[in-house]
């Protein structure tokens, strides 16, 4: 038989004076079950907690209610107590007297008769509660960084540095992502590549680092601090053990393919290193391009490649990997501007570019070694227009969100051209200028003070007149149309998640919004981290985003990583659901009904009548179930359980309730 | 196929189970068979091929055949069975409740002309949805317009006229479970009312634990139920069961888009999913 | 139905409120010294999605005679995906009840967010008035075991 | 005594004066929406207007739930320190009449009384409810398509151990009945009513048999004893689906379960109908069950009914009356059944299941 011990709290006055506590209490010794009832001024204090574990002694307790605050204010509190005694911290209830009692109630005898219903609540509830015990899960201390941009690196070289081993799996044969493809960047004009390579060298020789490059995440499973990855190695037809990137190969190849890398405006080899400064610098042979694998000619590469490296019979690979934690950095892809902008062109006249592909033209190492030059005859331009929200903030076409970033490349490009070419003309047609970090207005100032015609409104129509590409708009400000005579037009295009995000968000389990931007745990206070435990998230994969916050997402998400990895073993709430295999039907109706996926159907031996059979029944994932119990109430014989909320005690607490 | 009688039907009912017994796939074909009132048929398990002729087809065949299958869910053999389109529903429903194999069964498809049983004036499915041989021509189905003309003319009551019905019926009820029993939705291996220790239900046959059971059994198979009318059939009180969980159903057709269970096997159940975009009346 | 039957009759509401929302809502209002009626008993929960209808219908089998069940905002909840459930699921039920001749104001079900404490209150005080003109329910209601009103069934129930 | 048709509810009103009179009428549930009106013959507290029907077919409810109700409180208890306690609740002191009920469900009424009362222990509550009840039993006029009482060993037209025995006058369409006191609480009831006799009558009707003859072996009991591993029992409860109807609607169940309700920390115990043929019904801790499928279940029905008492109390507990029969959701048919089992070698290694409608036609 349950010995229950009450205690009212007087919380000094704040109960006291409106809950006759000595009646609550004397009211308490009639409740089944209880053997020990009574009320002190400050029970959360040290000489209350005492009284208690006395008590404990005394009367042989094993079970504690305390009419007091809330339970969210010290339900920690009294389990801490209960812990330096031999009553099990999980065998309490808190009926909560002050806030949803004393504090909104002004009438003595009602709220006194509240008050006990609200004991006898909390003593019918704890008379079913089982000690709980929190169970330890062991930690892989090794992380996985999916996608190998900027985030992905620095995420990785932060977790590398606090020891823990990271392997970044990135689907291109070569790190880098987005901003290795950049010339400068805002608003400090430093040179991507100088301030990007030296991370990306730093990654590759770091030695926790492990780069799966041309590799893709194959499948997840498993929970925070085991999920069990299996990583599909793409096939490379490289032996990159073998290859010590001579580069001879390359130079020998005698297909050229477009460079996706220099954005279509270049061609390349079919066995290649997308950029010069690709780490690794070992090249792979494009399976499409390459003569020898598509129609089994050539082979010159075999040839004369002086270490054997080259290896057409290359097929796929799978290894199987244990981590500890998961960090989202899948990066962003331009909008496909030609498909919602068929007004601009739709991709005929090769001037009108998007600003990826500026970026490339004006970069040193890019195909023009920065000559900002045409792409359709290689002339310099002198008037240049950059159409902005192209494709963003615009919901029938687009995309409804704003890109962010635009606003500041856009006006750092027309600073770059303003620069470059001497007596050149740059007009940028815009809805509004967004410039809200530090420096961004600054720079936004300089580069109108450098001649930046900027002009309020949208452009409706850009079409070809002999040599010039005619951009028609209006200024909103002068309330007229306005026409540009243009050589070469720039398009700040909208931001989209990578390409096939779906797939990688499937895999984990974690949630899209209506964008397929991936859903942060909580927009203001969780924003690096998912609704999984254990996976994190960074970079413009949340969300566009320009690179300053892009790398302090990473740093965010890498310490989430280590406050993970930093312990051997994790401490899980005992507040889960758990099923009684022996009722389970094995219908499965809870399983969809989990937001985190923790349940699952497994085969088990069990027994059918009197006969041994194997049954498939509902089996919750320890590691992954937060305890909401939304499987409870799908589950019609009630066997899936919260423990710490079960039916049993819900039904006794509405019981004691209607008495 | 010229309009079979119902005995060239019954004689292809029979070969087929012959068929199928004399494989050694299948352990028995259920069907009907007579009793000793020729209104009146009972199922029947024909285990061998002589048995089979024992099988009868006429508009008396109302029973359901599909839940005997549950009798044994871990069969060494298939099971048989001859399955009109109710039955094919029921056969669905418990697939999708993952409490059937599809491959454990051998399902021989009858096309039903409609049988002596109230609920076969409102049948949306005479052709079977799923069988391995079919007996009869594919009728075009159509889910007829009063199937929810009961519930919209009880809907009209005052609500005390209504709680005074059901307090009228449940009054009759004895808590034998024939309805559970029969219903092919409520599958479960330990059903809830079995569960004293929990105590989510007593077993007294009193109003109070009438009530409870009805309205729990409503809303646990409100969202699955195939309305193939065995519930109200098997009643020996004569409940009319059916008005409360056709209820729900009428209100997911209402709420959440046209809805209508036992199709398939993996149509997902109104409960079991949610759109973002649902009706929300708790704002 | 409570046992006292003169015309200061004080309604029994239980309400479950989802620890994350409308539990935190609750208690800002105990912060901010709201006032509200006493006859609202909460249950806390941890998210709304666990309140099993079942326990709907046994709160008016034990005498209830209102039952409220509260939740974060549809999107809001701390699960992510729980309320839409709880939503699914008390819009049915609140239907059956009130198809079986329970008056739909007895059960109710609202989305109160942790910041919301105004929002509880008005809740809490709308809903008590409303179940006190409605007076006791008598639907549902089990013979209330009473050694001193052992047979005698409550009025109006039973014909 | 003879009294009249027309004087019955007559009677039943100077009856209902001291005792409460239950007699067999018809409750009927409108149906707003459908307009169709349900009707239920089963036996209600007799009052001022309520048409009886004597004839016709059966009751649908036994008249069992009046000596045996469906739910009875046993004791009520509180723990509340000194004040606690334990009082048994009694049924009420409260005198009642039976009256119309037939030969069958009198036998079923014989067979409770050996459950209840012999056998070393007493059941109080059911001993109590019993004294107070005074039972007119009436001879049977059209028995039902399933009614076989004549096969049990059951005269349709004497209930030797009814207080008083009514019977049509003459011919079953007679306009009075001839009623003869069996024992001293029946001359009690005819001295109530003897200012309604009209003295003379014909002699009562004793020509009602059965409709429905099946083959019963004389020792089916014992035969039945030595056949429980028989293949009989794979094939004749194959269709069964487990429900508790026929054991909740036959006149001569009477297991019952013990549950509690408990407020607070005050309570009652009150026992209910339980039924053989659920499958938790032996089910033990652990999940252990000795009947774990339907079929184990329907044969212990059916041994139960026709061999178990026999060995226990020498008669079998199945008095014919049909309801099972015609209530049965898949049809089973426990007549069917006594034929094959008659018909049946018991030792016989394998069986098919014949019908047993198709050779004998309906009479």
Redesign the interface.
Known sequence: MARIGVFICHCGTNIASVVDVEKVAQAAKSMPGVAFATDYKYMCSEPGQAMIKQAIEEHHLDRIVIGSCSPRMHELTFRKMLKATNVNPYMLEIANLREQCAWVHTDRAKATEKAINLVRMSVAKVGNNKPLHTSMIPITKKALVIGGGIAGIQAALDIADCGFDVTIVEKEPSIGGHMVMLDKTFPTMDCSACISTPKMVDAGAHPNITLKTYCEVESVSGYIGNFEVTIKEKTKFVNHDLCTGCGLCQTKCPTKVISEFNQGMSKRPAIYIPFAQAVPSKPVIDENACLKLTKDKCGICEKICPLGAINYKDEVRYTKEQFGAIVVATGYELADWKKMYPEYGGGRYEDVITGLQFERLVNASGPTEGHIVRPSDGKEPKDVVIVKCVGSRDPKKGKSYCSRACCMYSAKHAHQILDKIPGSRVYIFYMDVRTPGKGYEEFYDNTRRDGAQYIRGRVSKIYKEDDKLIVKGEDSLLGRPVTVEADMVILATAMEPAPKIEEVVQKLGISMDKDKWIQEAHPKLRPVETQSAGIFLCGTCQGPKDIPDTVAQASAAAAKVAAILCHDEMETSPMISSVDQTKCSGCGFCVPTCPYKAISLVEVPGRDGNRKVTKKVAQVNEGLCQGCGCCNAACRTGCIDLKGFTNDQILKEVDALCL | MAELSEAMVQDLIRAEAKKALQTGEVSCVIGW??????D??????AQ?P??CD?LIWNRYCI?GTA??AL?D??PDKKFGIIARGCDTRAINRMIH???LKRENLYIIGVVCDGKENPVCRQCAHKTPLVCDVMIGEPVQDVIPESRFQ?IE?????S???????????YD?C?????C???CPAC??????A???????Q????????N??YG??R???V??RCIECGECE??C???L?IMR?TR??LK??ND??GPYECGLSEEE?????????A?????? | MSIKKDNNWEPRILAFCCNWCTYTGADLAGLNRMKYPENVRVIRVPCSSKVNPQFVLRAFQKGADGVLVCGCHPGDCHYSTGNYFTRRRFMLLQRLLEYNGIDPKRFQAKWISGSEAAKFRDTVAEVSAQIKALGPNNKFVGAHYDNTVMEKEAEGGKD | MILAKKDIPKALEILSKEAAVYAPSIRKIEDRTTGVIQEEKIFLPFEEGTEIILDGPNTVKPPKDLLFPNVEKMYQYKAAGEDSYIREILPEDEKKILFGIRPCDMRSIESMDKVFFTKTYVDSYYAKRRDQVTIVAIGCLQPERTCFCDSMGIDPNQAPQADVMMNVAGEPEGESYVLQAQTEKGKALLDAISSLDQQEGAEPYQGTVCSLKIRKAEDLDKKLAGMFDHPIWDKVTKGCIGCGTCTFLCPTCYCFDIDNENYGNEGCKYRCWDSCMFSDYTRMAGGANPRPTKKERLRNRYMHKLSYFNERYGETLCVGCGRCIASCPSHLDISEFIEKATAADPDAVSYTDVPAGTDRKEA
């Open positions: 068979t007579a009793t000793r009132f020729e009146r048929t009972k199922p029947y398990f061998t002589e048995e024992m029973n839940k005997f009798d869910r871990y409740d993952k409490q009961e003319a009880f809907e009209k009551l609500p005390d006229e209504r709680y005074a019905y059901w307090a009228k019926q009759k004895i808590h034998c479970y024939a559970r029993n029969a599958n479960c291996i330990e059903c809830y079995d569960q004293y220790r929990v105590g989510w007593g077993k007294a046959a009193d109003r109070e634990q009530q409870i309205l729990t409503a809303y646990h409100g969202d059939r098997v020996p009180m004569h009319p409360q209820k729900m209100d997911i709420l959440f997902t159940t109104a409960l079991g999913e949610f759109k973002t649902d009706p929300d009346e708790f704002m």
